[in-house]
């Protein structure tokens, strides 16, 4: 076992022991329900021996009550106190009859009636004695008497039944509340580490596969806590139980079937071996199934205009395939390793119980009574079911410890935690001084940018795709660190201060704004209570979306489904600006945010980008060049390096890049004219 696996395993006792109290109550509730199923083997041993075979004893006559035979009254020896001098009876069974002899065998064997006598052989010794046959009538009246003894133990076996009924099932109870806990506590623990992650993470990972380890892998691991935990207890305490039973029954036979032990291990071993690997694959390939599917309902109506349903189909049923031929993998080592060697491995066991109570191991004078042979085939059958248990287990045992593996491996991740305490307020001051930097590597995206924006000024950035404008936002907002330079707020260095101290006096409006689940006032209150429903609405007038508030029937508690489907692209994007007018930041971040509507629409969203970036720092993203002929400074990027800087009319002055691009889309913007 790898070191990550013991670690996995480690962990996953930690997470236990969060519900350890429960735990052991629901595990002390197993243990006494098994000790009582496992009495049921013993109270039948007692039935027989004592009483159903118990009319073999010896009968004594007495002058009291007993049972009438042939003129004369008869109790068993074993319950009398005094005995007379005269000699008694006992009573034997040969095939379906009954016959009474005078005294008592001096040993026991094999029975048969001949001539008016019974005759026991063993071995080489034969012995004859004279003995009466009994009627139906005449053994029932000896029988009679034991049957209160036989029905009082059948009643306490049914109680004692009863009573582990009713600790197995608040020992399952105990012990699902428990689990649901633990899996409650770990879905939150990854969940909230989903949103320490750096954006950086989920550029690397799908969101399929993330989800996937939130739900399928912690389920897996429920299972762990739930079924295998249980079973695999109730298993060793059956065990010890039938072991201790056997060593009270015969300590020889007792220790013969400890073999069974290192088979166990064995098999342990070996099938998690290969099952450890196998699991690894089938977990992976279900978070690339949730991936993939995720991805193409995501894209289904690109997916359905270039015609590529054939090819999308193609590509998931190789994953699908890699996934079902490992599944078979798994099923063929679990069919192996499974009920059938388990049968094998019984039937042998079986057959060297037939052989020891056949006289192979049975010496001259040993006697073994029918009840102590019928316990031993009830405690060795018994066994099995454990073992059983404890095999059936190992594949769900194996797929907990992987999702164990899969779930620690994301909470590992390096995250910055997310901090609920009071933040201070910026004035909105924002200087880029010598500032380079790179996604990956050294391929740099940003080559010593410098520049500053006082508080309440406009800043754009304008240039060709990849010359870096949407990295400048990245570093800003601190989704990903730069290498080189500083920046600073406030005259503060960025990395002095927390995420979530930096974010809070920050927003954003992006070009695709992304609408929840949710109301409209949820959408724009983003779970910030301090945000009234007299603000949101303020906020919604002030953008212009007053006209969309209106024709809804219940206003802001609208309920709008994921990405606001329900909305239109400018609807969506008055929505992200009411959000960022609401949240009142020092900085607002707008990329490219009237680049997807149209003219008209972009009339409208223009005077709510007025209204949004009164007061506040306001860096623009700009794709078209005349929403920011108003801006205090506008930056030209080209591939990471500040090419020109000034205001609108300085840098159509300097007939530079800038100037070229307003004229192209002055050309355009005539021609669609």
Not at 79 to 90: A, C, K, L
Request: with cysteine; hydrophobic share 45%; charged share 25%.
């Amino acid at each position: 076992m790898t070191t990550r696996h013991k670690e996995t395993e480690k962990r996953l006792l930690r997470y236990a022991l969060t519900a350890k109290r429960t735990i052991i109550v629901a595990l002390l509730l197993l243990t006494f329900a098994v000790a009582a199923e496992l009495t049921g083997p013993f109270i039948a041993k007692h039935m027989i021996d004592h009483h159903i075979m118990g009319i073999e004893q010896e009968w004594v006559p007495t002058d009291g009550d007993g049972v009438a035979f042939n003129g004369q009254t008869y109790e068993r020896g074993d319950r009398v106190s005094s005995i007379n001098n005269e000699e008694g009876i006992t009573i034997l069974q040969i095939d379906r009859s009954y016959v009474a002899m005078e005294g008592t065998l001096a040993f026991d064997g094999e029975r048969e009636w001949a001539i008016d006598q019974l005759v026991v052989t063993r071995g080489d010794q034969v012995a004859t004695y004279n003995a009466t046959p009994m009627t139906a009538s005449d053994v029932y009246a000896f029988f009679e008497g034991e049957l209160p003894y036989v029905l009082l133990l059948m009643s306490g076996y049914f109680l004692l039944i009863v009573f582990a009924s009713v600790l197995h099932y608040f020992q399952a109870y105990w012990l699902e509340k428990s689990a649901n806990r633990i899996i409650l506590r770990m879905r939150n623990d990854v969940f909230r580490k989903t949103h320490e992650l750096p954006i950086s993470y989920f550029d690397q990972v799908g969101a399929g596969k993330i989800v996937s380890r939130i739900t399928n892998d912690t389920e897996a691991i429920r299972e762990l806590y739930v079924r295998v935990l249980a079973t695999f207890f109730s298993s060793v305490v059956y065990l010890i139980g039938i072991f201790i039973a056997l060593f009270i029954l015969d300590y020889r036979l007792a220790l013969a079937t400890l073999i069974i032990v290192p088979i166990i291990i064995v098999w342990m071993i070996v099938y998690r071996k290969y099952a450890s690997a196998y699991n690894h694959v089938i977990r992976e390939k279900i978070s690339d199934i949730n991936g993939r599917i995720n991805e193409n309902i995501q894209g289904m109506p690109i997916i359905q205009a270039f015609g590529r349903q054939k090819e999308v189909q193609e590509e998931f049923e190789t994953i699908n395939e890699t996934h079902y031929r490992f599944n078979r993998k798994l099923l063929t080592l679990n069919s192996l390793t499974g009920f059938n060697l388990l049968n094998l491995i019984r039937s042998i066991c079986f057959v060297a119980l037939i052989w020891y109570f056949g006289g192979a191991s049975l010496g001259i004078g040993s006697v073994i009574s029918l009840g102590v042979l019928y316990a031993f085939v009830d405690y060795i059958n018994r066994m099995f079911d454990p073992v059983n248990g404890i095999v059936n287990q190992l594949s769900l045992l194996e797929e907990a410890r992987v999702a164990g593996d899969r779930v620690f491996y994301l909470l590992d991740e390096a995250g910055t935690p997310v901090l609920f305490e009071k933040e201070r307020k910026l004035s909105g001051e924002v200087h880029f001084d010598n500032v380079s930097f790179a996604y990956k590597g050294d391929t740099y995206v940003l080559h010593d940018i410098s520049f500053k924006v006082n508080k309440g000024e406009t800043a754009a950035f304008v240039g060709a795709t990849g010359s870096g404008k949407s990295s400048i936002m990245n570093v800003l907002f601190r989704f990903y660190d730069h290498q080189r330079g500083t920046v600073k707020i406030d005259g503060q260095d960025i990395h002095d201060m927390s995420r979530q101290e930096l974010r809070e006096n920050m927003a954003i409006v992006l070009q695709d704004p992304f609408i929840f689940t949710g109301t409209i006032a949820s959408n724009i209150r983003m779970d910030n209570e301090q945000i009234t429903d007299a603000e949101i609405l303020d906020a919604l007038e002030k953008v212009g979306a007053k006209p969309l508030i209106d024709r809804l029937p219940n206003g802001i508690h609208e309920e709008i489904n994921e990405k606001g489907s329900m909305l239109s692209s400018g609807e969506r994007q008055l929505l992200s600006f009411a959000r960022a007018l609401a949240a009142k930041p020092a900085i607002l971040m707008l990329d490219e945010a009237t680049a997807n509507v149209d003219t008209e629409t972009e009339a409208i969203i223009q005077h709510a980008l007025d209204v949004v970036k009164a007061g506040r720092t306001t860096l623009v993203i700009a794709h078209r060049l005349s929403t920011i002929r108003e801006a205090d400074h506008i930056f030209v990027l080209d591939k990471g390096h500040i090419v020109e800087k000034g205001t609108h009319e300085e840098l159509m002055e300097q007939k530079g890049k800038y100037h070229h691009m307003y004229m192209l889309q002055q050309k355009g913007s005539k021609k669609v004219g």
